[in-house]
């Protein structure tokens, strides 16, 4: 009797070793999600015809220097990112959506309230250093 208190006592006195391992296995989970949802758009990128891809990886890289907070992730077929699950940004490919340009879009979750009317998506044929330059400011701008 003595000994299964003894056992019991010994197991409650575990449990901030057990609650430890939960946070580690759950981190390495979302991590694992986090490279899988990388994959994924990296993927469906590549899977582009070339007008769209060479946008959609440009904007990538802009995304990811500007805001390396965002989780890349697919929405709706499309390249998205994240902040606390929530899309800040996405681009939405000429061909998919059978249009004549590509549209790069924030929605809610994204900090760029301006006055009582604000763009929230920008028609795009092509990506020079001024485009660039606005869309990271853009970006950085929604994260803040």
């Avoid at 390495?28 to 469906?44: G, I, L, P, R, S």
Wanted: glycine fraction near 4%; aromatic fraction near 8%; hydrophobic fraction near 50%.
């Amino acid at each position: 009797m003595a000994e299964m208190r003894a056992e019991k006592k010994k197991a409650r006195g575990s449990t901030t070793a057990t609650t430890m391992s939960r946070a580690a296995t759950r981190a390495t989970k979302e991590a694992a999600k986090k490279a899988d949802d990388e994959a994924a758009v990296v993927a469906n990128i590549a899977a582009m015809p070339v007008q769209d891809r060479r946008l959609a990886e440009r904007l990538h890289a802009i995304v990811h220097a500007s805001a390396p907070v965002l989780d890349a992730r697919l929405w709706y077929g499309m390249p998205a990112y994240a902040k606390d699950s929530k899309i800040v940004c996405f681009f939405q490919s000429a061909w998919r959506f059978k249009t004549r340009y590509a549209t790069v879009g924030f929605m809610h979750a994204a900090n760029l309230d301006d006055g009582a009317m604000w763009p929230t998506a920008f028609a795009l044929t092509e990506l020079n250093a001024a485009e660039e330059a606005r869309i990271g400011a853009l970006v950085k701008k929604a994260v803040r």
